[in-house]
C-alpha cells in the first residue's frame, strides 16, 4: 500500500482529501503545519507528499526547499489557493513536481497522484536496456538513477523521466506541449513554463555548466531535444 503525506493547515480539505485518497487503497498519513509535515516527511518515508503552500510554523516552500537540501527525492505536489504565476516558478524552482490550485476537483487531484506515483513504480525498472551511456553521463533504467562520472544524480522520478524521454529519441526536438502530454501523462491544467523551469532545474543537476548544456539542448522557437550523441549499451 502506498503512503501518501498530505500537508495543509484547513483540516477540512485534509479530510476530504485524505478520505478519497483512502478510498482508493492508500495509506494516509496528514500533518497541519510545516515543521510537522517536514518531520513526517523524513521519518514516514512516504511515496507522494500533497503540500499546502501556506502553512503555519513553515511554510510550503520552506518544506520542499529543506527536503530538497537532504536529497529527498519524494514528488511534492504543491497544493495552494494561490494562483499567481511566479508562487508556481518559485515552486518549481525549489524542486515541486507538480502544482494543483485550490478549489481542485477530487477526479483532477486523483489524476495527478497517480500520475506521479506510476514514475515510481518498481514495475517499470528495467525495461530497455539495462545502461545507455553518453559521454560521461549514464542512464541506468534497472536501478532508475543517472550517474555522471559514477557519481548518482540526485533526481525526482519526474527528473529521471525526462531524461529517459529525450534520451530514448535523442536529436528530436519536442515541444513543450508535447513534453506535457507525453511525460507528465494526464491532461495537464496548467501551463507550459512549468516545463521551461523543469528542465532548467534539471540541468543544474545534470550540466557541468547548465548555461551551456550538453545534454537538454534547446531548439528556440521549437522545444527541447537531448544532445547526448554516442550512446552505448553499458
Not at 485550490?102 to 497517480?114: C, D, Q, T, Y
Not at 516545463?195 to 531548439?219: H, Q
Request: glycine share 8%; with cysteine.
Amino acid at each position: 500500500m502506498k503512503k501518501i503525506l498530505v500537508v495543509d493547515d484547513e483540516k477540512n480539505i485534509t479530510d476530504i482529501v485524505a478520505y478519497n485518497l483512502r478510498k482508493e487503497g492508500y495509506e494516509v498519513i496528514c500533518a497541519y503545519d510545516g515543521e510537522t509535515g517536514f518531520e513526517l516527511a523524513l521519518s514516514e518515508k512516504p511515496e507522494l507528499i500533497l503540500l499546502d503552500l501556506m502553512l503555519p510554523k513553515l511554510d510550503g516552500f520552506d518544506v520542499c526547499r529543506k527536503l530538497r537540501e537532504k536529497n529527498i527525492q519524494t514528488p511534492i505536489i504543491m497544493l495552494t489557493a494561490r494562483a499567481e504565476e511566479v508562487d508556481k516558478v518559485v515552486g518549481f524552482e525549489l524542486g515541486a513536481d507538480d502544482y494543483v490550485t485550490k478549489p481542485f476537483g477530487n477526479r483532477e487531484l486523483l489524476a495527478r497522484v497517480k500520475s506521479h506515483l506510476r514514475r515510481r513504480d518498481p514495475a517499470k525498472a528495467g525495461s530497455g536496456s539495462n545502461k545507455q551511456t553518453y559521454s560521461d553521463l549514464t542512464i541506468d533504467n534497472d536501478r532508475c538513477e543517472i550517474t555522471r562520472r559514477g557519481e548518482v544524480l540526485p533526481l525526482t522520478p519526474l527528473e529521471f523521466e525526462i531524461i529517459c524521454f529525450l534520451a530514448s529519441q535523442s536529436n528530436q526536438v519536442f515541444s513543450r506541449e508535447t513534453m506535457l502530454e507525453k511525460i507528465w501523462g494526464y491532461n495537464y491544467f496548467g501551463n507550459v513554463r512549468t516545463v521551461d523551469v523543469t528542465i532548467r532545474r534539471l540541468r543544474a543537476k545534470i550540466e557541468e555548466n547548465p548555461e551551456k548544456p550538453r545534454y537538454i539542448l534547446t531548439k528556440r522557437g521549437f522545444g527541447y531535444y537531448f544532445g547526448g550523441s554516442g550512446g552505448h549499451n553499458g
